[in-house]
């Protein structure tokens, strides 16, 4: 099924915040096997500076899925959601997320395109305090199978 | 903990303390609820097979998580990654025995410029084909 162009440019203005709770940030580390105590223990992250415990690198994940979500379940969109797959996805760090800080994202539709049968689309994320302040840009590029693919 | 790395002591071409992951469907179910990723790919072999992947394949967020540690353990702060990106070449299938899926991951300096960032790049394995692309890592180093 072909995707919507005119969804190129679209944007998807922050929804409700995000507060980064410290509990969270560690059952996120666990679920990834990753025991680095700034993930962890709230004095080994202040020993390297920080308000509170670190979350790691891919965390914000969690907040781009939320955000993602209403775009590509957008029945306008046409994506099916059902064949679904990660194509790439990239992080660009201001600083890291912290216990504590409040997010928002703006989502943005950079590229609708098909290729191969397949439906791709390449959203950014921006990930900022309440106040302003950028945190982290996710990109990601999102592809829905086509049904060809099922052949052998 | 500071970063156990400085970028005086880097060349082009240091490689990373290499890792091995192992991932069990349980890791998968883990993941998905830490994430909120629940797309049924990740748990359901009935529905991932009728779909066209051979079996239930791990979250490709769950690989970047795990490729990225080879990273940020060896700068010990992982405020000092400045970006991260993959491309999800291949899944990983998880098959539902004790063994599950096993993942090697490797890192290397690929580049190091004059203002303390140096990028680099790792491969990420599973059975010996490799499941990441593009994945490359800047970290600012002391």
């Known amino acids: ?23 969270k ?3 996120f580390a666990s679920a990834i096997g990753d025991t680095n105590p700034v993930f962890h223990d709230v004095q080994a992250a202040r020993a390297l500076g920080y308000a509170d415990l670190v979350a790691p690198p891919t965390f914000p994940v969690i907040l781009s899925l939320t955000a993602s979500a209403d775009v590509v379940r957008d029945p306008e969109l046409g994506l ?5 797959v990660h194509g790439e996805q990239g992080f660009a760090y201001s600083r890291p997320i912290v ?12 590229a609708i395109r098909t290729m191969a049968g397949n439906d791709m689309i390449t959203t950014r994320g921006e990930i900022e305090t309440l106040s302003g ?7 990601s590029l999102i592809i829905s199978r086509g049904p060809e693919d099922d052949q052998p | 903990m500071t970063a156990s790395v400085s970028w005086r002591d880097v060349e082009v071409g240091t490689e990373l303390p290499a890792q091995t992951f192992t991932l069990d469907r349980s890791a998968l179910v883990r993941y998905a609820g830490a994430s909120g990723d629940f797309n049924v790919i990740h748990w359901n072999e009935r529905i991932a097979t009728a779909v066209g992947l051979p079996n239930v394949i791990a979250h490709g967020m769950l690989t970047m998580a ?25 899944p990983v299938v998880v098959p539902d025995d004790e063994a ?5 991951v490797t890192g290397t300096v690929s580049r190091k410029d004059e203002d303390g960032i140096v990028q680099v790049t790792l491969t990420a394995r599973c059975d010996a084909v490799t499941v990441l692309g593009r994945a490359q890592a800047l970290v600012r180093l002391p």
């Open chain 1, 80 to 84: 099916d959601y059902s064949r679904v």
């Open chain 1, 99 to 110: 216990a504590g800080d409040e997010l928002v994202v703006t989502t943005t539709i950079e």
């Open chain 1, 25 to 27: 940030i560690r059952e």
């Open chain 1, 133 to 139: 302040e950028h945190v982290v840009t996710t990109r």
């Open chain 2, 66 to 90: 795990l490729a990225g540690r080879v990273v940020t353990d060896w700068v010990g702060d992982p405020g000092a990654l400045v970006d991260y990106g993959v491309r999800f070449t291949r």
């Open chain 1, 1 to 23: 099924m072909a995707l919507n162009p005119d969804f190129v440019g679209r944007t998807y203005p922050a929804g409700s915040s995000y507060l980064v709770g410290r509990e």
């Open chain 2, 100 to 104: 599950g899926a096993t993942i090697e």
